[in-house]
């Protein structure tokens, strides 16, 4: 009886990351975290309050919340945060719905002059990272 063939295994190019979708997930965590926080992702955490994330408009003037804030008045905090967020959903959704259209279109548009420094710069380095 023939042998069977077995099943091939698949190759797999190396993951690498993209600097782009890097930038569309922190303008989307810049979005939550200013409708609900006040804040920005990297003070939310408690390293710079200064709100050097995407701005958006807010409608009101609540408490900016951070991590450590947080843990140590839980209540007084997820009373901030509803508040935060029942005032600021709607531009929260908007702004979220821009920043989708906006890296899809930009992404779609410069197809081929990010692939042109994907493979002829980033490549070369080998770093594992593309655009």
Do not use: W
């Not at 569309?24 to 408690?46: D, H, K, M, Q």
């Not at 989708?100 to 779609?108: C, D, I, V, W, Y």
Request: proline share 4%.
């Amino acid at each position: 009886m023939a042998r069977r063939r077995g099943r091939k295994t698949r190759r797999r190019s190396p993951k690498k990351i993209s600097l782009i979708d890097l930038a569309e997930s922190y303008a989307y965590a810049s979005v939550l975290t200013s409708g609900v926080f006040n804040n920005s992702p990297i003070g939310v955490l408690g390293f710079d309050g200064t709100g050097t994330g995407m701005s958006m408009a807010t409608t009101n003037g609540g408490s900016t919340l951070t991590l450590g804030g947080i843990v140590s008045d839980p209540g007084s905090s997820f009373d901030a945060m509803q508040a935060n967020f029942m005032q600021n959903y709607q531009a929260m959704a908007v702004s979220a719905i821009g920043i989708g259209l906006t890296f899809k279109f930009a992404k779609r548009l410069l197809r081929k002059p990010l692939a042109n420094v994907n493979r002829n710069l980033m490549a070369p380095l080998g770093i594992g990272v593309k655009l």
